[in-house]
């Protein structure tokens, strides 16, 4: 594992999903087939989304690998995809996976479906051959074994003798009268949230429902069928928690479901019944379409492949096996688990389960495993550099959750997404097409009453080098960037540094001095360990293809510059644990290691002493029973083991547990082990079987091993944990310990490093024909810090003949940016474009010549948010193979199947203005004040006036066409809005529109129907930089194209640029979407002769990225109109537009004020 243990005192069950449904292939062509790999998947809500969110006509394949580490999550999941297989009534389905009580008739059917699932899973083969396998497939055997065992757990609950079944209602009738209670203090944000940008208005009803389910442990409404729901819902009951209430207190099942258009459309109050109305709604929509698509004979059926096992141990698992073939790991399912991963033979054969992927959705394990792990994890699985990776954080740490992204990478953006070519889009574009302005607006204003410990993020991952069709057309296989290893070594060190300089008590609070209380309260939050850090530079040096030689030169000088900094106390009790964890995984083998440790102590007899070995201490039950008597007060310490003597103490946290006993076996020259795990886990009698490793010389070098002691203990950091623990255990908080010469309780085994698939392909290309010279790759400068990155260089070794005779004789090459990271450089009749790994700025590119030594460099800054060039040049792109398109920074949407925006709701000027409004930051909104030049901001401002306008909440009566024209009135392009729809998973609204771009013939063909829509007063004419519109065109046309593909004769394709042309009275668009997909058009009929003419798109606001850039001014920033003191100011009741710090100045400015008071 890659993440610290925590002792699991109080156990969270999630059998329903924390956040609202997502389009999982929202950034994949529509022909591309889908490998989706869902970690930490949850219920199977955004599965059933994505399904229903494609079209009915849909060709490509969709396979879902589900991986979660508690069965019952799983074991869920199955039953509710099997009910609706079997064509189950959808209000019993709902009831039996959303109702914690079940009426009779629901619990008989829960019953009867999972006798009827028992009965297929007895074995791998029995379900193989199940109707069910055709669409759900078990990655492996333990997998269909654990999901058993919880059906059986259902049917069985009700043959449970009357005091245990007792015991079980009474434990969730107090803990939800509990949670009903504690609802009572505030509103609830957590269902709120799915509303978007009504998320004011849903507040109070959501909230009234969330208590009313914790109430009835039901979504009924009629109190004749909350009477009815009696029975306890025995898929609540049984979890990793085991069998009781383990339930998490936030759990709703309307969170689930998208809200926006209940509020949004209402013509009167929003019930509490309305909203479950709809979300019952949505369900049987989303069922329907997923049965229909398992019965499909035109289309392929969805397979959704369901993996037990923790996140990491998955990844890591699915890695091996892309490399080897390799079936049977060593790698256990989870923490407490010594069950190890086999992958099932006959899914995983050639040609069968993916075990690379496209997609991979890794739900908010951001905030359990720390963004670095789950990118550790993650990025290696991923498919090619189109592929892309969502992370997702609802649990911030930090005071300011909108800007703590970027300290949660350790680094600074640009350097990391040069170090993995992985990089948030929305970084390089300065722009989301997802909107979060809900979250920001409830974060900065601290509704009263309301939980607002959570702040939803998600952050789409892509190769920055993907975001650029020209680079990628030219260069697929762009050799990877070299990094000056002095440099790498220093900035790896910083990560390191940031990493665990905390640990030290003295640097915590020196760190932390002005927030010291909320620092206190995170303190136990530790997400990364040395085997962390190992796994991070792993991978580095595997994306990046970083040779022996250079390797081992970063990582002399990592080492140089640890030895130098005595800054970090506590490293000098871990850095042991570093060199392991380097050695283990095959990344850097300290000098140390090289001898063999002497045949003494528990080695004496040893065939070969390895240079690691892993220790494994059986610690009894009765030691650990200290932390669940205090799990109220410390319900997760941090755990660890330390080796030590009299003169030596080194820790040890990559640890591995679980309850059974340990048999030794093989002979003293070469000792083995078989564990027997004890099924019963936390509820059984067994003792508790710690492992790690460690270097083998710490127990044969610096004391004699009858002194040494195996230690397990708890980690010691300021708070509660140590101040509660320590008075019981002591200061070292230790739990237990033996002898290492106790054979009994400890055991020593050799231990072997893993096998590194670490290749270093040769970085330089030949030299093509027409070429200047081969293309090397591009080298990478930091700054002095070490910290960000100040130039990009490409050199470019002069072979060519003819091109070295020109060299030679003084030409001077020409050289010009062409795309995001793309030059083009001209010598003579020479061209050759050089790409770089990441969007760089050309216009400030330096030339260096070399014309003795016969090579040019040229050297870039690297480009970003707000910088020249850069994804500027084209900020909208559209990428892919010529047969499989898609944009590469606004997300794709299914139009058809969006709900339409009802434009005579009460409230919709409320909240529609604000909302689109919101897309504009602080920086924005002071450039628009001083009509600065600023090209987004420009292309905001047309954004809001065509939404409000289509709207008719500003401007009069509603308009619906469009005409953008130049400086010189000069009009280009007609949009047509045919409709506003709600985009539910991104949380914003949407124009499904269609595109005419005017070029002369067109203009002189459409000359009649023209001049009546010029004369009808209908066409609202916007001045606009058309050349941005035409740029962002296509990505519009691509978002939404879904009914019809791009053919052989596309423009695209013969003239390799997208869009074809930025030229005024040109069109950019190709014409396979012309005419098609039109119905909107059609429907009018002053419309529907410009039909075969015009292109579909689906045009959204472009919100600013919050951690980039303030969006929404914190109140405490806010100034008093009066006397410009900063704070929590009183806003004037009746214009809501000034502010004051308090009655005082309010009288104050009353006189001059209330002329100008209007609400």
Same mark, same amino acid.
């Given at each position: 594992?890659?993440?610290?243990?925590?002792?699991?005192?109080?156990?969270?069950?999630?059998?329903?999903?924390?956040?609202?449904?997502?389009?999982?292939?929202?950034?994949?062509?529509?022909? &591309?087939?889908?490998?989706?790999?869902?970690?930490?998947?949850?219920?199977?809500?955004?599965?059933?989304?994505?399904?229903?969110?494609?079209?009915?006509?849909?060709?490509?394949?969709?396979?879902?690998?589900?991986?979660?580490?508690?069965?019952?999550?799983?074991?869920?999941?199955?039953?509710?995809?099997?009910?609706?297989?079997?064509?189950?009534?959808?209000?019993?389905?709902?009831?039996?996976?959303?109702?914690?009580?079940?009426?009779?008739?629901?619990?008989?059917?829960?019953?009867?479906?999972?006798?009827?699932?028992?009965?297929?899973?007895?074995?791998?083969?029995?379900?193989?051959?199940?109707?069910?396998?055709?669409?759900?497939?078990?990655?492996?055997?333990?997998?269909?074994?654990?999901?058993?065992?919880?059906?059986?757990?259902?049917?069985?609950?009700? &043959?449970? +003798?009357?005091?245990?079944?007792?015991?079980?209602?009474?434990?969730?009738?107090?803990?939800?009268?509990?949670?009903?209670?504690?609802?009572?203090?505030?509103?609830?944000?957590?269902?709120?949230?799915?509303?978007?940008?009504?998320?004011?208005?849903?507040?109070?009803?959501?909230?009234?429902?969330?208590?009313?389910?914790?109430?009835?442990?039901?979504?009924?409404?009629?109190?004749?069928?909350?009477?009815?729901?009696?029975?306890?819902?025995?898929?609540?009951?049984?979890?990793?928690?085991?069998?009781?209430?383990?339930?998490?207190?936030?759990?709703?099942?309307?969170?689930?479901?998208?809200?926006?258009?209940?509020?949004?459309?209402?013509?009167?109050?929003?019930?509490?019944?309305?909203?479950?109305?709809?979300?019952?709604?949505?369900?049987?929509?989303?069922?329907?379409?997923?049965?229909?698509?398992?019965?499909?004979?035109?289309? +392929?059926?969805?397979?959704?492949?369901?993996?037990?096992?923790?996140?990491?141990?998955?990844?890591?698992?699915?890695?091996?096996?892309?490399?080897?073939?390799?079936?049977?790991?060593?790698?256990?399912?989870?923490?407490?688990?010594?069950?190890?991963?086999?992958?099932?033979?006959?899914?995983?054969?050639?040609?069968?389960?993916?075990?690379?992927?496209?997609?991979?959705?890794?739900?908010?394990?951001?905030?359990?495993?720390?963004?670095?792990?789950?990118?550790?994890?993650?990025?290696?699985?991923?498919?090619?550099?189109?592929?892309?990776?969502?992370?997702?954080?609802?649990?911030?740490?930090?005071?300011?959750?909108?800007?703590?992204?970027?300290?949660?990478?350790?680094?600074?953006?640009?350097?990391?997404?040069?170090?993995?070519?992985?990089?948030?889009?929305?970084?390089?574009?300065?722009?989301?097409?997802?909107?979060?302005?809900?979250?920001?607006?409830?974060?900065?204003?601290?509704?009263?009453?309301?939980?607002?410990?959570?702040?939803?993020?998600?952050?789409?991952?892509?190769?920055?080098?993907?975001?650029?069709?020209?680079?990628?057309?030219?260069?697929?296989?762009?050799?990877?960037?070299?990094?000056?290893?002095?440099?790498?070594?220093?900035?790896?060190?910083?990560?390191?540094?940031?990493?665990?300089?905390?640990?030290?008590?003295?640097?915590?609070?020196?760190?932390?001095?002005?927030? %010291?209380?909320?620092?206190?309260?995170?303190?136990?939050? %530790?997400?990364?360990?040395?085997?962390?850090?190992?796994?991070?530079?792993?991978?580095?040096?595997?994306?990046?293809?970083?040779?022996?030689?250079?390797?081992?030169?970063?990582?002399?000088?990592?080492?140089?510059?640890?030895?130098?900094?005595?800054?970090?106390?506590?490293?000098?009790?871990?850095?042991?644990? @570093?060199?392991?964890?380097?050695?283990?995984?095959?990344?850097?083998?300290?000098?140390?290691?090289?001898?063999?440790?002497?045949?003494?102590?528990?080695?004496?007899?040893?065939?070969?002493?390895?240079?690691?070995?892993? %220790?494994?201490?059986?610690?009894?039950?009765?030691?650990?029973?200290?932390?669940?008597?205090?799990?109220?007060?410390?319900?997760?310490?941090?755990?660890?083991?330390?080796?030590?003597?009299?003169?030596?103490?080194?820790?040890?946290?990559?640890?591995?547990?679980?309850?059974?006993?340990?048999?030794?076996?093989?002979?003293?020259?070469?000792?083995?082990?078989?564990?027997?795990?004890?099924?019963?886990?936390?509820?059984?009698?067994?003792?508790?079987?710690?492992?790690?490793?460690?270097?083998?010389?710490?127990?044969?070098?610096?004391?004699?091993?009858?002194?040494?002691?195996?230690?397990?203990?708890?980690?010691?950091?300021?708070?509660?944990?140590?101040?509660?623990?320590?008075?019981?255990?002591?200061?070292?908080?230790?739990?237990?310990?033996?002898?290492?010469?106790?054979?009994?309780?400890?055991?020593?085994?050799?231990?072997?490093?893993?096998?590194?698939?670490?290749?270093?392909?040769?970085?330089?290309?030949?030299?093509?024909?027409?070429?200047?010279?081969?293309?090397?790759?591009?080298?990478?400068?930091?700054?002095?810090?070490?910290?960000?990155?100040?130039?990009?260089?490409?050199?470019?070794?002069?072979?060519?003949?003819?091109?070295?005779?020109?060299?030679?004789?003084?030409?001077?090459?020409?050289?010009?940016?062409?795309?995001?990271?793309?030059?083009?450089?001209?010598?003579?009749?020479?061209?050759?474009?050089?790409?770089?790994?990441?969007?760089?700025?050309?216009?400030?590119?330096?030339?260096?010549?070399?014309?003795?030594?016969?090579?040019?460099?040229?050297?870039?800054?690297?480009?970003?948010?707000?910088?020249?060039?850069?994804?500027?040049?084209?900020?909208?792109?559209?990428?892919?193979?010529?047969?499989?398109?898609?944009?590469?920074?606004?997300?794709?949407?299914?139009?058809?199947?969006?709900?339409?925006?009802?434009?005579?709701?009460?409230?919709?000027?409320?909240?529609?203005?604000?909302?689109?409004?919101?897309?504009?930051?602080?920086?924005?909104?002071?450039?628009?004040?001083?009509?600065?030049?600023?090209?987004?901001?420009?292309?905001?401002?047309?954004?809001?006036?065509?939404?409000?306008?289509?709207?008719?909440?500003?401007?009069?009566?509603?308009?619906?066409?469009?005409?953008?024209?130049?400086?010189?009135?000069?009009?280009?392009?007609?949009?047509?809005?045919?409709?506003?729809?709600?985009?539910?998973?991104?949380?914003?609204?949407?124009?499904?529109?269609?595109?005419?771009?005017?070029?002369?013939?067109?203009?002189?063909?459409?000359?009649?129907?023209?001049?009546?829509?010029?004369?009808?007063?209908? @066409?609202?004419?916007?001045?606009?930089?058309?050349?941005?519109?035409?740029?962002?065109?296509?990505?519009?046309?691509?978002?939404?194209?879904?009914?019809?593909?791009?053919?052989?004769?596309?423009?695209?394709?013969?003239?390799?640029?997208? +869009?074809?042309?930025?030229?005024?009275?040109?069109?950019?668009?190709?014409?396979?979407?012309?005419?098609?997909?039109?119905?909107?058009?059609?429907?009018?009929?002053?419309?529907?002769?410009?039909?075969?003419?015009?292109?579909?798109?689906?045009?959204?606001?472009?919100?600013?990225?919050?951690?980039?850039?303030?969006?929404?001014?914190?109140?405490?920033?806010?100034?008093?109109?009066?006397?410009?003191?900063?704070?929590?100011?009183?806003?004037?009741?009746?214009?809501?537009?000034?502010?004051?710090?308090?009655?005082?100045?309010?009288?104050?400015?009353?006189? @001059?004020?209330?002329?100008?008071?209007?609400?």
């Amino acid at each position: 594992m890659s993440t610290p243990l925590y002792w699991p005192g109080k156990y969270f069950y999630y059998p329903i999903g924390n956040t609202s449904a997502v389009y999982l292939t929202r950034d994949l062509p529509p022909e &591309e087939p889908a490998n989706i790999l869902l970690l930490g998947c949850g219920d199977p809500r955004s599965i059933l989304y994505t399904i229903f969110s494609e079209p009915d006509n849909s060709t490509r394949s969709l396979d879902f690998t589900c991986c979660d580490y508690d069965p019952a999550v799983l074991a869920r999941n199955v039953l509710l995809l099997s009910l609706v297989a079997d064509k189950k009534p959808q209000a019993v389905i709902w009831n039996i996976f959303y109702h914690i009580y079940l009426d009779t008739s629901s619990h008989s059917t829960l019953v009867e479906q999972c006798k009827k699932l028992a009965q297929l899973s007895v074995s791998a083969e029995k379900w193989a051959a199940s109707p069910y396998s055709a669409f759900i497939k078990m990655c492996t055997d333990y997998t269909l074994d654990e999901i058993r065992r919880h059906w059986l757990l259902y049917i069985d609950m009700q &043959e449970l +003798p009357r005091a245990q079944a007792k015991k079980i209602r009474d434990a969730f009738s107090s803990e939800m009268k509990s949670i009903t209670k504690n609802s009572a203090k505030g509103d609830n944000l957590s269902s709120a949230r799915s509303a978007g940008p009504l998320i004011i208005d849903a507040m109070q009803i959501t909230t009234e429902q969330f208590r009313r389910y914790w109430k009835t442990g039901t979504t009924f409404s009629d109190p004749k069928q909350i009477a009815a729901a009696t029975i306890l819902n025995p898929t609540f009951v049984y979890s990793l928690g085991g069998e009781g209430f383990s339930v998490h207190y936030g759990t709703d099942p309307l969170i689930t479901f998208h809200h926006a258009h209940v509020f949004g459309n209402a013509k009167g109050t929003v019930s509490v019944s309305d909203m479950v109305k709809s979300a019952k709604a949505a369900f049987a929509e989303w069922c329907s379409k997923f049965l229909a698509s398992i019965s499909s004979t035109t289309s +392929p059926i969805p397979v959704i492949r369901i993996f037990l096992g923790e996140a990491t141990a998955v990844c890591r698992v699915l890695r091996s096996y892309a490399e080897t073939g390799i079936l049977k790991s060593s790698v256990p399912v989870a923490q407490w688990r010594v069950q190890l991963i086999h992958l099932n033979k006959e899914n995983y054969s050639p040609g069968g389960a993916p075990s690379k992927f496209n997609v991979i959705d890794t739900s908010n394990l951001d905030n359990y495993m720390g963004l670095l792990n789950v990118l550790i994890v993650t990025v290696p699985l991923l498919s090619s550099r189109f592929s892309v990776l969502y992370t997702e954080s609802l649990r911030p740490l930090a005071q300011d959750a909108s800007k703590e992204f970027r300290d949660r990478l350790y680094a600074d953006i640009t350097t990391m997404a040069l170090l993995l070519d992985l990089c948030p889009t929305d970084y390089l574009s300065g722009f989301t097409s997802r909107c979060n302005s809900h979250e920001l607006m409830v974060h900065a204003a601290h509704v009263k009453g309301a939980s607002v410990g959570q702040f939803h993020e998600v952050t789409t991952w892509k190769s920055p080098l993907s975001g650029d069709l020209v680079a990628m057309r030219d260069h697929p296989d762009l050799p990877s960037p070299t990094f000056d290893p002095h440099q790498l070594g220093t900035l790896l060190y910083d990560i390191y540094h940031l990493l665990f300089e905390q640990e030290d008590s003295q640097h915590f609070f020196r760190l932390n001095e002005r927030h %010291i209380m909320h620092a206190l309260s995170r303190a136990n939050i %530790i997400q990364y360990m040395r085997a962390s850090f190992a796994l991070l530079l792993k991978l580095i040096r595997d994306r990046r293809q970083i040779n022996p030689e250079h390797w081992l030169a970063v990582m002399d000088r990592f080492f140089a510059v640890a030895d130098a900094d005595d800054s970090l106390r506590m490293d000098t009790l871990n850095i042991h644990d @570093l060199c392991a964890q380097l050695y283990h995984h095959g990344v850097y083998k300290v000098r140390d290691y090289e001898y063999r440790p002497p045949k003494i102590g528990r080695f004496v007899g040893w065939t070969t002493v390895p240079p690691l070995v892993r %220790i494994i201490l059986t610690v009894p039950r009765e030691s650990v029973q200290v932390l669940q008597d205090h799990a109220e007060k410390v319900p997760t310490p941090l755990l660890q083991c330390d080796v030590g003597g009299k003169v030596s103490l080194n820790i040890f946290a990559d640890i591995h547990v679980a309850f059974g006993r340990v048999i030794p076996m093989g002979e003293r020259a070469r000792p083995w082990v078989v564990f027997e795990e004890d099924p019963a886990g936390f509820h059984g009698t067994s003792s508790l079987l710690v492992s790690f490793i460690m270097p083998t010389r710490l127990l044969t070098d610096f004391e004699p091993a009858e002194v040494i002691n195996v230690n397990f203990s708890v980690r010691s950091i300021p708070g509660p944990v140590t101040t509660i623990l320590a008075p019981i255990l002591g200061l070292k908080l230790s739990l237990f310990s033996a002898k290492l010469m106790d054979r009994s309780l400890v055991q020593v085994l050799p231990e072997v490093p893993a096998v590194s698939a670490h290749t270093t392909p040769a970085q330089v290309h030949a030299t093509t024909p027409g070429q200047i010279g081969p293309s090397n790759a591009v080298s990478i400068d930091l700054d002095e810090e070490c910290e960000l990155v100040s130039a990009l260089t490409s050199r470019i070794p002069i072979e060519n003949q003819e091109a070295r005779q020109l060299f030679a004789a003084g030409a001077t090459p020409q050289i010009k940016q062409i795309s995001a990271c793309t030059m083009q450089i001209n010598l003579g009749r020479f061209t050759q474009r050089l790409v770089y790994p990441f969007p760089i700025i050309g216009s400030q590119h330096k030339l260096r010549l070399a014309r003795k030594s016969m090579y040019l460099e040229v050297v870039v800054p690297a480009s970003g948010p707000f910088k020249a060039d850069g994804m500027q040049l084209n900020r909208y792109p559209v990428v892919g193979d010529p047969n499989r398109m898609t944009p590469w920074n606004v997300h794709r949407l299914h139009l058809n199947s969006l709900p339409i925006i009802d434009t005579k709701a009460k409230n919709l000027e409320q909240w529609l203005d604000n909302h689109i409004g919101s897309m504009m930051s602080m920086r924005e909104r002071s450039v628009r004040k001083k009509n600065g030049d600023d090209v987004l901001v420009s292309l905001k401002d047309t954004i809001h006036a065509l939404f409000v306008r289509s709207s008719g909440i500003q401007g009069g009566a509603m308009k619906r066409a469009f005409s953008l024209s130049d400086s010189t009135n000069n009009s280009d392009t007609i949009i047509f809005v045919s409709d506003l729809r709600y985009d539910l998973h991104s949380h914003t609204v949407v124009c499904d529109a269609y595109a005419l771009p005017l070029t002369k013939p067109l203009v002189q063909e459409l000359s009649a129907p023209l001049g009546k829509l010029a004369h009808s007063g209908n @066409l609202v004419n916007f001045k606009q930089d058309l050349q941005s519109w035409k740029q962002m065109l296509p990505a519009l046309v691509e978002r939404c194209r879904y009914s019809w593909s791009h053919g052989p004769n596309c423009e695209y394709k013969s003239n390799d640029n997208i +869009p074809l042309t930025v030229a005024t009275e040109s069109d950019p668009l190709c014409s396979c979407g012309r005419g098609k997909d039109v119905d909107g058009m059609l429907k009018n009929s002053d419309w529907s002769k410009f039909a075969p003419h015009v292109t579909r798109m689906a045009l959204s606001p472009l919100f600013a990225v919050s951690y980039l850039e303030t969006v929404i001014r914190h109140p405490n920033e806010r100034r008093c109109f009066v006397c410009r003191k900063k704070g929590k100011m009183k806003t004037c009741t009746k214009c809501q537009k000034v502010r004051y710090c308090g009655p005082v100045c309010q009288k104050r400015d009353w006189r @001059l004020h209330k002329e100008k008071c209007r609400p």
